[in-house]
């Protein structure tokens, strides 16, 4: 009923390569000058791991930003818990 698709056109839809995305495959450096709690926010960290100390939560967060970091460096991870 409907004519054959002519093959000669069908592999040249099939031959090409599919677009390329460009990735961005490295991160500026982590930079704890960035860091910037707000009080409510800290005091939900505090709640969460029990550190109640300002100084050792900081350290906390900044250390677990470091492991997520090397994990998948994407930028949101750089800019978390910061607000820049």
Do not use: W
């Amino acid at each position: 009923m409907y004519p054959s698709i002519d093959k000669k056109h069908e592999m040249s839809r099939t031959d090409k390569e599919p677009a390329k995305i460009e990735v961005q495959r490295s991160f500026p450096p982590l930079d704890e000058s960035h860091y910037d709690v707000r009080p409510q926010d800290a005091a939900f960290y505090k709640k969460f791991t029990g550190i109640e100390d300002d100084a050792a939560l900081k350290q906390h967060i900044l250390d677990v930003q470091a492991k997520a970091y090397k994990v998948g460096s994407y930028p949101t991870t750089s800019l978390c818990p910061s607000q820049n």
